[in-house]
T-cell receptor, first 113, second 111 residues
Framework: KAGVTQTPRYLIKTRGQQVTLSCSPI?????VSWYQQTPGQGLQFLFE???????NKGNFPGRFSGRQFSNSRSEMNVSTLELGDSALYLC????????????FGPGTRLTVL | EDKVVQSPLSLVVHEGDTVTLNCSYE??????LLWYKQEKKAPTFLFML????IEKKSGRLSSILDKKELFSILNITATQTGDSAIYLC???????????FGTGTRLQVTL
C-alpha cells in the first residue's frame, strides 16, 4: 500500500508570494492533518480535515488555510509569505477523524527568501 | 497550555549501548502518547500508549507509560548506527491541537 505522498518536495518563494502544497493520504484514510516543523518550535499542528471539513485548527494566523477534496486529497495554502514561514510542512493521514495513529508523508521543504 | 518535554535534547552513544529517552507531559486532556522516529524527513510511527504500566515492545525498542507521573520512556537496547535519528514524543489531547509534540531527542550512535 502506498504511503502518504506530498508535492512538491521543495519550494523556494519570496516574501509576499503565496504557495499551495498538496498531500495525498494513504488509500482508505480519510483524515488529513498538517504540521509545520521548524528547528526552534519543533512540530506544530496546523489543521485537520475529515470528510472535506476542517475539524481542528491550531494556533496559526489566517494566512494559513487548507481544504480537502472528495477523494481525501488535501491542499494547504499560505498567502503573503513571511521569512518565518520557512519550514518543513508535513502532512499526516489517519483512518478517520479522532484516530490516534497518524502516518506522515516526506514533507515539503519551503524556503522563503 | 499543553506541553510535552523530552530529555535529553541530544545524546551520543556507542554501538551496543542501551539508551533511555524520556518524555514528560502536562496536558489538559489525555487520549494517548505516541513515539515517532524521524531520520530524514517523514516521522515514522513507533508506538502508541494509552494505558499505564503496559510495555509495548518491537524488537530492540520498548516503551512504557506512567499516567500518574505523566511521563513515558523509550528504551533502545543494543543500539545500532541505524538507530541514529530524532525521536519524537507526541500526546494526543483530542482537542484543537490534535497532536502536541515535544522538540525531540537527537540520538547519534557511533561505531
Amino acid at each position: 500500500k502506498a504511503g502518504v505522498t506530498q508535492t512538491p518536495r521543495y519550494l523556494i518563494k519570496t516574501r509576499g508570494q503565496q504557495v499551495t502544497l498538496s498531500c495525498s493520504p494513504i488509500s482508505g484514510h480519510r483524515s488529513v492533518s498538517w504540521y509545520q516543523q521548524t528547528p526552534g518550535q519543533g512540530l506544530q499542528f496546523l489543521f485537520e480535515y475529515f470528510s472535506e471539513t476542517q475539524r481542528n485548527k491550531g494556533n496559526f494566523p489566517g494566512r494559513f488555510s487548507g481544504r480537502q477534496f472528495s477523494n481525501s486529497r488535501s491542499e494547504m495554502n499560505v498567502s503573503t509569505l513571511e521569512l518565518g514561514d520557512s519550514a518543513l510542512y508535513l502532512c499526516a493521514s489517519s483512518l478517520a477523524w479522532g484516530a490516534d495513529t497518524q502516518y506522515f508523508g516526506p514533507g515539503t521543504r519551503l524556503t522563503v527568501l | 497550555e499543553d506541553k510535552v518535554v523530552q530529555s535529553p535534547l541530544s545524546l551520543v552513544v556507542h554501538e551496543g549501548d542501551t539508551v533511555t529517552l524520556n518524555c514528560s507531559y502536562e496536558v489538559t486532556n489525555f487520549r494517548s502518547l505516541l513515539w515517532y522516529k524521524q531520520e530524514k524527513k517523514a516521522p515514522t510511527f513507533l508506538f502508541m500508549l494509552t494505558s499505564s504500566g503496559i510495555e509495548k515492545k518491537s524488537g530492540r525498542l520498548s516503551s512504557i507509560l506512567d499516567k500518574k507521573e505523566l511521563f513515558s520512556i523509550l528504551n533502545i537496547t543494543a543500539t545500532q548506527t541505524g538507530d541514529s535519528a530524532i525521536y519524537l514524543c507526541a500526546v494526543d489531547t483530542g482537542t484543537a491541537s490534535k497532536l502536541t509534540f515535544g522538540t525531540g531527542t537527537r540520538l547519534q550512535v557511533t561505531l
